[in-house]
């Protein structure tokens, strides 16, 4: 079945820095979303992606989704205290509905 | 705003138990999910509800697992009997249309099969 992977698992930013998460799907998606959890908490929706090659902001956050719509990324610059938790990806396989299979996060630590 | 509530907040158990976990997804809503996360784990899909029928569901959502929308207005997931690896927290989720992106998750119910 579909497999969705996230690097890195962990990481520690100093404040201010900046931070990336990268998302891998062993199948070509027909969307992608990304999701916050703070710790605690539930997943908050972020954004989804549908088209090749896409890149959408918010404010400090760029996501991009890859060329052949099996890779995604988000990047945040600057990183604030605010921005601690777990950022996950969830995908949509082209060929199985509308079934999100979640990767397995990054959790982000900010120091500050 | 308005929210994805769902009731309770923790549930403990007995093996084998039946549980039923309940939520109220926001109300001009058509599309309900659940999700569980075992505790440090990533959010898994359990299943899809759409026009008073399931649309998808994943390999967990065995024959133990049910979901009913009773009265309009909740969405109930139901463990018929409930295992030690059932423990996790279930999340509901709802989204407005076919055409919007965004699923609103709820607080979630913390389950504990003892």
């Known amino acids: 079945g579909q497999q969705v992977m996230q690097i890195p698992q962990y990481q520690h930013v100093q404040e201010g820095e900046d931070f990336t998460t990268y998302c891998n799907s062993s199948?070509?998606?027909?969307?992608i979303q990304w999701y916050k959890q703070r710790p605690g908490g539930h997943p908050v929706f972020l954004i989804q992606l549908v088209k090749s090659g896409e890149v959408k902001k918010q404010k400090r956050l760029t996501f991009q989704f890859g060329e052949a719509k099996k890779n995604s990324s988000l990047h945040i610059t600057a990183t604030q205290t605010t921005d601690v938790g777990t950022y996950f990806c969830a995908g949509v396989d082209d060929n199985a509905g509308n079934m999100l299979t979640f990767g397995g996060g990054t959790r982000l630590m900010v120091k500050p | 705003e308005p929210e994805v509530t769902q009731t309770p907040s923790h549930q403990v158990t007995q093996m084998g138990q039946e549980v039923i976990l309940r939520c109220v997804p926001i109300?001009?809503?058509?599309?309900f999910y659940w999700y569980r996360q075992i505790l440090g784990q990533k959010v898994e899909f359990l299943v899809s509800?759409?026009?008073?029928?399931?649309?998808?569901k994943s390999e967990i959502f065995d024959d133990q697992f049910s979901v009913e929308r009773p009265d309009g207005s909740n969405f109930t997931l139901k463990i018929r009997s409930t295992k030690l690896e059932d423990s996790a927290m279930y999340f509901c989720?709802?989204?407005?249309?076919?055409?919007?992106?965004?699923?609103?998750f709820g607080p979630g119910t913390r389950l504990t099969v003892l």
């Open positions: 109300s001009n809503h058509l599309y």
């Open positions: 989720a709802s989204k407005k249309d076919r055409v919007t992106d965004t699923q609103y």
């Open positions: 509800f759409y026009n008073n029928e399931i649309s998808e």
């Open positions: 199948t070509t998606l027909s969307n």
